[in-house]
């Protein structure tokens, strides 16, 4: 039966069915020579069942026959209406409680996941390039309505504070293999890495930066790698300015885009690195770059300053200043350090 399927449609129709019923009643009472409130009045009080004095005395075979089809169809009506509301708010709390378990039962099923911590724009950004690339993941975030939206995009989701660990566990921080903190609150960020890593040593963290001192604080934290989304938009464009030849064509901006996704799926990242003047690795060779590099990435492309690109350049190759260093490795974005200044060759990445 549909009112097993569709319990809002079947309260619709009974609200219509109800309505009616009130309309066609008043109507012919008014036929009768009563007056709009009057009318009105009679027939809710015998829809309703309260059983009040009658407004005027139903002393005629035709208002006995009015009032009683009113108590037979109002009254079923009413008891309908009852019981159709009574099994929309019950459908609504079974398919609450029954899907929070399910979400349960899976997230405790879960190994080698990632967990992201903050559904704001980042977050959900990062959800969806998660799904593309096949990742399982969960969703952490104490705001309700961000936790529904994430859900009824099909998304495993935990609603909690993601600063405490009961929290961190219930997403199953101990059988993760990635955690990602992009909450935009540097303060929340920290803690969350160190609780994350307090609970799960092996755990690789991801954690968002707002500014570039905190950055120190969330690897002495333990995480690591660090995202900073301004200086990361301040960058792109500087290359958006710098090489405006390359922005120009958008076959190449998709196949670049499926380049990244592609090595996404096998855990490498790119990114473009601009040589600066007087840079520990300006004026060295593609050959020198990758030997200090010690094996941590690959530059694959050159772009030069006047609009030149070289994709898989020689290893002869001087990388000039102003040049835009593409590279390829694991966790690349923490290897700027390595192009800035000439004392920074040392610097552990």
Request: hydrophobic fraction near 45%.
């Amino acid at each position: 039966m549909d009112i097993f399927h569709s319990p809002g449609r079947t309260l619709a129709s009974i609200v219509i069915y109800l309505l009616a019923v009130v309309a066609i009643a008043t109507g012919a009472y008014m036929a009768a020579g009563w007056s709009l409130g009057d009318s009105i009045y009679m027939v809710l009080i015998t829809v309703y069942s309260v059983g009040y004095n009658e407004v005027h005395p139903a002393d005629t075979a035709y208002l006995r026959a009015v009032t009683v089809g009113t108590m037979i169809f109002g009254c079923t009506g009413t008891i309908l209406l009852t019981g159709s509301l009574v099994q929309v708010l019950t459908a609504s709390q079974l398919d609450r409680i029954f899907g929070r378990q399910r979400m349960t039962r899976e997230i405790d099923h879960l190994k080698n996941h990632v967990i992201v911590v903050g559904l704001g724009r980042t977050g959900m950004m990062l959800a969806r390039e998660l799904r593309a690339g096949g990742a399982r993941f969960v969703l952490v975030d104490r705001d309700p309505q961000r936790i529904e939206a994430a859900e009824a995009m099909g998304f495993l989701c935990v609603q909690g504070d993601g600063t405490t660990e009961e929290v961190l566990k219930e997403a199953g921080i101990t059988r993760a293999r990635t955690l990602a903190t992009v909450i935009p609150n540097d303060a929340a960020n920290v803690f969350i890495t160190l609780s994350a890593r307090s609970l799960n040593h092996e755990i690789s963290i991801v954690a968002r930066g707002e500014l570039p001192t905190t950055e120190g604080k969330l690897r002495q934290a333990g995480a690591d790698n660090v995202i900073l989304p301004a200086h990361i938009g301040a960058e792109r464009a500087a290359e958006v300015i710098l090489y405006p030849d390359t922005q120009k064509s958008p076959s190449q901006a998709a196949l670049q885009q499926a380049r990244e996704r592609v090595l996404r799926s096998m855990g490498l990242e790119t990114d473009v690195v601009i040589a600066p003047e007087g840079g520990a690795m300006t004026g060295l060779t593609v050959a020198e770059i990758e030997a200090r590099a010690d094996g941590r990435f690959l530059v694959v492309q050159l772009m030069r300053q006047g609009g030149e690109v070289l994709p898989r350049p020689d290893p002869s190759l001087s990388v000039e200043r102003g040049d835009g260093v593409m590279i390829v490795g694991r966790s690349v974005a923490g290897m700027r350090c390595l192009f800035d200044a000439p004392d920074a060759e040392g610097l552990a990445v």
